[in-house]
């Protein structure tokens, strides 16, 4: 079955840095993927998707790229700010590649610290 | 335009009750999921229902549980004797159709806690 991995630890920017996170899937691509802010005590929050055949999405202060031969996707936030601070989630839709639910596939998330 | 609603917020119930988690989708949604997130764990799909169908329950436990989408009103999320494992947040989604790429808006979650 299909695998995220996306770092379990905490990640600490100083404000004013680009955070990148990382996400890491197994077996095989899906048609395409997610990420989710999702903050304490909230439901997520949909931020950015990206398809199998597009290599970069920007959105304001967010980038986001898919590279389906690493099997990986980064998330980047530049310019960060301490209301940056939150969970993040990375989320793979495998339906339209034969992978299997109709539902998302969603990683554990990295916890994203913006220190002043 | 409301969110998603779902409700209760905050329910606890003692191990061998019934739990009932509603949820409203976003106007014009009619597909609806239902996700879990136990504690310190990722968000898990157990199913995806439209309106008086279920399409996919291949998250849902075999037992237990059970999930509806009717014409009129809420999906209603259903758990029947309730155990402690089964402590978690549960979350709704919504969406105009299942067209690949199509954006899943997310509740704000009910916290069930079994005591």
């Known amino acids: 079955s299909q695998k995220i991995e996306q770092n379990s630890e905490a990640l600490n920017i100083q404000e004013g840095k680009t955070a990148t996170l990382t996400c890491n899937y197994t077996?095989?691509?899906?048609?395409?993927l997610q990420w989710y802010r999702q903050d304490p005590g909230r439901g997520p929050v949909f931020l950015l998707l990206i398809r199998e055949n597009e290599k970069e999405k920007r959105k304001e202060r967010l980038k986001v790229t898919f590279d389906t031969t690493l099997k990986q996707s980064l998330f980047h936030i530049t310019a960060s700010q301490p209301a940056d601070s939150a969970t993040y989630l990375c989320a793979l839709d495998m339906s339209y590649s034969g992978g299997g639910a109709d539902g998302l596939t969603f990683g554990k998330g990295t916890h994203l610290i913006i220190q002043p | 335009n409301a969110g998603v609603m779902q409700n209760p917020r905050h329910l606890v119930r003692r191990r061998g009750q019934e739990a009932r988690l509603r949820c409203s989708p976003m106007?014009?949604?009619?597909?609806v999921y239902w996700y879990r997130q136990l504690p310190e764990e990722g968000l898990k799909f157990m199913v995806y229902l439209q309106k008086e169908n279920i399409i996919d329950e291949s998250g849902m436990p075999k037992e237990r549980f059970s999930a509806e989408f009717p014409k009129e009103g809420p999906s209603i999320l259903r758990i029947q004797q309730v155990v402690r494992g089964d402590s978690a947040a549960y979350f709704c989604a919504s969406s105009t159709n299942r067209d690949s790429g199509n954006t899943i808006y997310f509740g704000e979650g009910s916290w069930l806690t079994v005591v």
């Open positions: 077996n095989y691509s899906p048609a395409y």
């Open positions: 106007k014009g949604h009619s597909h």
